[in-house]
T-cell receptor, first 113, second 114 residues
Framework: DVKVTQSSRYLVKRTGEKVFLECVQDMDHENMFWYRQDPGLGLRLIYFSYDVKMKEKGDIPEGYSVSREKKERFSLILESASTNQTSMYLC????????????FGPGTRLTVL | AQKVTQAQTEISVVEKEDVTLDCVYETRDTTYYLFWYKQPPSGELVFLIRRNSFDEQNEISGRYSWNFQKSTSSFNFTITASQVVDSAVYFCALRGGATNKLIFGTGTLLAVQP
């Protein structure tokens, strides 16, 4: 199975800080995704990437950017963190086509004070 | 537009009871894929099953079974003889045939009491 790791399980930051969330997969999967999970809203897609240096906006990209300089690493950046970005952030990787399942990392619970 | 509805926000059962988690989806695609994921308290989503739109066969895996009905746009998940370890949030998800994007439902929190 694919192993997806995220740099932190818990993170506390202050409003206005620049925040980096890192995600690494140990297989050669083309597609990687960032979601945020909030109670009652399920998982919502922020950004995804289908190859190195390629990215596409998801459903809620505002306030976020991403970077994919290497195939195995996909970073989510909060340019200026705000309290409404307090959430659980989940990274996922996908090989091949739409029939395949996404593999998820353990999540990062970010609190912005 | 694509949408997944999990109307049950929380379900509480006693161990050994059977429980069914409902999932209703909307899509205009003729080719699409449906998934169920489990999120235990540890937080990591665990893949359970996938189905494509051309395969309406029901599936059974141990205590788990899935009922896919295109006529009602439903993909329901049943746990037989539930156990405390089944306590988790369960997500149903949909992917259209031309995209790698997954659309998730809002999840159902299942609490199995001993």
């Amino acid at each position: 199975d694919v192993k997806v790791t995220q740099s932190s399980r818990y993170l506390v930051k202050r409003t206005g800080e620049k925040v980096f969330l890192e995600c690494v997969q140990d297989m050669d999967h083309e597609n990687m995704f960032w979601y945020r999970q909030d109670p009652g809203l399920g998982l919502r897609l922020i950004y995804f990437s289908y190859d190195v240096k390629m990215k596409e906006k998801g459903d809620i990209p505002e306030g976020y950017s991403v970077s994919r300089e290497k195939k195995e690493r996909f970073s989510l950046i909060l340019e200026s963190a705000s309290t409404n970005q307090t959430s659980m952030y989940l990274c996922a990787a996908l090989a091949g086509g739409p029939y395949n399942e996404q593999f998820f990392g353990p999540g990062t619970r970010l609190t912005v004070l | 537009a694509q949408k997944v509805t999990q109307a049950q926000t929380e379900i509480s059962v006693v161990e050994k009871e059977d429980v069914t988690l409902d999932c209703v989806y909307e899509t205009r695609d003729t080719t699409y894929y449906l998934f169920w994921y489990k999120q235990p308290p540890s937080g990591e989503l665990v893949f359970l099953i996938r189905r494509n739109s051309f395969d309406e066969q029901n599936e059974i895996s141990g205590r788990y079974s899935w009922n896919f009905q295109k006529s009602t746009s439903s993909f329901n998940f049943t746990i037989t003889a539930s156990q405390v370890v089944d306590s988790a949030v369960y997500f149903c998800a949909l992917r259209g045939g031309a995209t790698n994007k997954l659309i998730f439902g809002t999840g159902t929190l299942l609490a199995v009491q001993p």
